[in-house]
């Protein structure tokens, strides 16, 4: 059976140079905010049984995330804030008993993938080592921990940059913040460390020498992709983090067989899944948690909001938002329309400037609109949700439809058309 391993992931930092009210990691890359991907990233590699958020700064807007998102995590108050030792040791009551492994990770490292985790959790066991980090090579390697090794190339110590001596500044091989510990044998650092260092503050890196000390082993496993470690400080770096996150999922979709007509105008999220030969269009914005099948034509200036799942040979054309909606098999949804909270057959003709109208502003309610199989709405109609529109009926132009539409029917609502006849020369003289 796989060993389960338990994971403490530090977010309690204030994150200053956001320039932000909100807590750092709740900063979002497609609408999915920094601590869910990491979240992510540790669940994906189906090891983690547990999940230790320490939270401060806007402790509760995190809590409340965190609650809603995720049922393996719990969230641990680290207050004041005194370093990165001091906060993983908030979960150590919590893990008193237990006799398995503990990964140690920052909430702000979105780029950091399952599979890599994976591979580091793999070396770790493969080492036998008590204790193993990651690090990674940096050219330019100001203002992380540096990895010194010994004369033999062993892993001897983490040294802070303001800790470090000029030789110890010039290594590149840099801490990355990730941390696998065998529980049991390498947890009792945490009673002996102090704060005596330039910045006073529980350094959670001298695990490593505490370890080297007490006869354990302990290694660093470099990470093949440095960009992997890119933490997030500020509204750059997230703008940064995003157009690489954009890229990788790009270069996905194109191996899958999706056709990106100008991938530089196209952003689509990690959490979306698209099938071969579907085409999208420039200047798409896909965000959240995605399905789009074989054949669909995106765009051209076309969003998906999240929880979408279009069949096949859907069009979405431009100017149309949908979002929380299931659109089946040859539906067209092709110019200017907002379908929200929607189930749409097979079949289906959605006329231009179509609105299904979900959203009570006073009661901050939501509600559903149903269209069956083969049923079709004229130009500049408005569902008015709750409303079912029956197999096959049709929509006319202009309509207002607040009732269900039986299958079959027309559902019109319109004033009668007046004409006055010479109305220029009337209004001329
Ligand atoms: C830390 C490492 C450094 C490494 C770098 C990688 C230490 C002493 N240094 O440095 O070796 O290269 O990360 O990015 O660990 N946090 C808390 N509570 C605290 C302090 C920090 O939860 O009291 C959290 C922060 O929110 C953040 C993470 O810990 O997610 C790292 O903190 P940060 O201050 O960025 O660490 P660095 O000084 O950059
Ligand atoms: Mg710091």
């Not at 609109?369 to 079709?376: H, R, Y």
Request: with cysteine.
């Amino acid at each position: 059976m796989e060993r389960k391993i338990k994971s403490i992931i530090l977010a309690a930092g204030k994150g200053t140079r956001m320039k932000s009210e909100k807590s750092k990691v709740l900063h979002t890359i497609f609408n999915k905010e920094l601590l869910g991907y990491v979240l992510d990233a540790v669940n994906n590699t189906g090891m983690a049984e547990e999940n230790f958020v320490i939270v401060g700064h806007q402790s509760e807007a995190v809590e409340e995330f965190v609650k809603n998102n995720y049922a393996n995590a719990k969230c641990r108050l680290q207050s004041p804030q005194l370093g990165t030792g001091h906060a993983a040791f908030q979960a150590y009551d919590d893990l008193k008993d237990f006799d398995g492994e503990v990964l140690i990770l920052c909430g702000d490292t979105p780029l950091l993938t399952s599979e890599t985790l994976t591979k580091f959790i793999n070396a770790h066991r493969e080492g036998q080592a008590a204790l193993t980090v990651m690090s990674a090579i940096f050219d330019d390697p100001t203002n992380y921990g540096r990895i010194v090794r010994d004369e033999n190339g062993n892993l001897k110590a983490i040294v802070e940059e303001k800790d470090a001596q000029d030789a110890q500044k010039k290594i590149k091989e840099i801490n990355t913040g990730v941390y696998l510990l065998d529980w049991k044998r390498v947890s009792p650092s945490f009673l002996e460390m102090n704060a005596d260092n330039a910045q006073h503050e529980y350094y959670l890196t001298d695990i490593v020498k505490w370890t080297i000390k007490n006869g354990l082993k302990a290694q660093s496993y470099v990470l093949e992709n440095n960009e992997e470690s890119f933490g997030i400080n500020s509204k750059k770096q997230l703008a940064q983090a995003t157009k690489i996150l954009k890229e990788r999922v790009m270069d996905k979709l194109f191996a899958a067989g999706v056709t990106i007509v100008d991938p530089d105008t196209t952003y689509i999220s990690p959490d979306t899944q698209i099938e071969p030969d579907t085409i999208i269009y420039p200047c798409t914005y896909i965000e959240g948690k995605n399905k789009i099948g074989k054949n669909c034509k995106i765009g051209p200036f076309a969003r998906l909001r999240g929880d979408v799942e279009l069949g096949d040979f859907v069009k979405i054309g431009n100017f149309v938002e949908i979002k929380k909606s299931k659109i089946k098999n040859h539906t067209n949804v092709s110019h200017l329309s907002y379908v929200g909270d929607s189930d749409l057959g097979s079949n289906v003709n959605i006329g231009a400037g179509t609105i299904t109208a979900n959203y009570n502003h006073i009661t901050k309610e939501k509600f559903n609109t149903v269209i069956e199989n083969n049923a079709s709405t004229g130009s500049n109609s408005v569902l008015v949700a709750p409303v079912k529109i029956g197999e096959n009926a049709s929509i006319g132009a202009g309509s207002v439809i607040s009732k269900d539409v039986d299958a079959n029917a027309l559902g019109l609502t319109r004033a009668p058309l007046k004409i006055f006849k010479d109305w220029f020369q009337k209004v001329k003289k």
